[in-house]
């Protein structure tokens, strides 16, 4: 999701969101670990992430709302990566432990 055309920190802010997958169980792999990371070089890197969901997850989807925060709807569970269906809203300070705003 591109956030902004350019950031406080350099170029534009991209949002990703991601399950940073953690070993194997029954020859696949786990989708756990859920994690929001932002880019500001056009996906080049990845330099700031905050886990948002450690338990087994599936699909997710971010918007920017109109206040600047972040939503996200996210698919995850305790046992299962399809227990619950969640909203989550964060903002961009949170995520860059106050080094970038809006």
């Known amino acids: 999701m591109v956030y902004s055309p350019r950031g406080e920190l ?5 949002l990703f ?3 940073d997958n953690r070993g194997e169980k029954y ?4 989708r756990t670990h859920l994690t929001v990371r932002l880019s ?3 996906g080049g890197t990845w330099p700031i992430q905050k886990l948002i969901h450690a338990g ?8 920017r709302l109109p206040d600047g925060d972040i939503g996200m709807l996210l698919e995850g569970g ?3 990566r399809r ?10 300070g949170w995520l ?3 080094a970038d705003k809006p």
């Open 78 to 80: 305790e046992k299962h």
């Open 40 to 42: 500001y070089d056009e």
């Open 17 to 19: 969101a991601n399950p």
């Open 27 to 30: 020859g696949v792999v786990e």
């Open 83 to 92: 227990e619950w269906i969640r909203f989550a809203r964060f903002s961009l």
């Open 96 to 98: 860059t432990d106050g």
């Open 56 to 63: 087994p997850s599936s699909y997710s989807g971010l918007v």
């Open 10 to 14: 350099g170029g534009p802010r991209l």
